[in-house]
DNA sequence: CCCTGCCTGCTG
DNA sequence: CAGCAGGCAGGG
């Protein structure tokens, strides 16, 4: 199943690309489609980055970010289909390649993205970032701070869904359509409840099975580099482990009763009606 | 608060 | 060939 990615899928690929670049220079760029660069222009992208070296690579959020030897950053956001591969220069290049990294070891590490939502932000040092959101974000999902009391306090007062609240990457950063569903079954929540009507029970669930979802299926995306490259990227290994995302029609794997999809804020949404009541 | 635009490929 | 997939910015 192609899946889109977030938090999860975003920390495979760090684990993946990470370290295959880190400690390798830029030696060239070539850009195939310059509208991908959003800041500055791909021009002055280019002479930026061009022999600077790699020295990590981060996430935040859904972003992810290559920190350069001379402080400057690299910040990108995959959207939807957006997708980092390492090859060996001779390799066949995918399909929707927008922009090429050659590496000082012969290797390059390529961006393609079908629907050419993703977008790359180049922050000099010192630079504040006003430019890709990131500043904007939420507190990180996995950290001790996102509890239910945090949840609680920013949410609690809303009119809108539980879901869509979940999908607001100001408040936590990370979550999308597919791991909003999947927390709100293992959470017990209607993910149609308006967020002001959770209770104090619900909010302690939502804050464990926050994490605990999201380091699940973190653990079970694991994969080789080898099989990273295989399978191009497009493999994510989690999602034989979905228990509700795309399987409207089906039985709960909890209860049996059948899964029914809804549309909640633009959004498919997948949930369970008896483990879940509204 | 909701809606549209951005894109391509896959499905019915 | 219309409809859908969905992250996020921007606008009404």
């Not at 859904?62 to 001779?90: A, D, E, Q, W, Y």
Request: proline share 5%; glycine share 6%.
């Amino acid at each position: 199943m192609i899946i889109m990615p977030e938090l999860p899928e975003i920390e495979t690929i760090k684990s993946v690309i990470e370290p295959q670049i880190k400690g390798l220079a830029i030696e060239n760029i070539t850009v195939n489609r310059p509208e991908v660069i959003a800041q500055p222009t791909d021009a002055e992208f280019c002479e930026a980055v061009i022999g600077q070296a790699i020295s990590a690579m981060s996430r935040r959020g859904k972003f992810l970010m290559l920190h350069l030897k001379n402080k400057s950053r690299i910040i990108l956001h995959l959207r939807m289909t957006g997708c980092l591969l390492v090859m060996p220069s001779h390799y066949p290049m995918e399909k929707h390649t927008h922009i090429v990294f050659h590496l000082s070891n012969g290797k390059e590490l390529r961006f393609s993205d079908t629907r050419r939502f993703g977008r790359f932000w180049l922050i000099r040092n010192g630079e504040e970032d006003t430019y890709s959101g990131i500043e904007k974000l939420g507190l990180e999902p996995l950290s001790a701070e996102c509890d239910a009391k945090y949840l609680q306090s920013r949410f609690g007062k809303r009119k809108k869904t539980i879901k869509q609240c979940l999908l607001d990457q100001s408040v936590v950063a990370g979550i999308g359509n597919i791991y909003s569903d999947e927390i709100l079954f293992r959470a017990k929540i209607c993910p149609a409840r308006p967020a002001g009507s959770l209770t104090a029970e619900e909010w302690k669930r939502l804050a464990e099975m926050i994490p605990e979802r999201l380091l699940y299926f973190t653990t079970k995306n694991h994969i080789t580099t080898e099989e990273y490259l295989e399978t191009r990227g497009q493999d994510y290994r989690n999602t034989p482990f979905l228990q509700v995302y795309g399987h409207a029609d089906e039985p709960c794997p909890h209860c049996g009763e059948t899964l029914v999809r809804t549309v909640i804020g633009g959004r498919s949404s997948v949930y369970c009606p008896n483990c879940q009541k509204g």
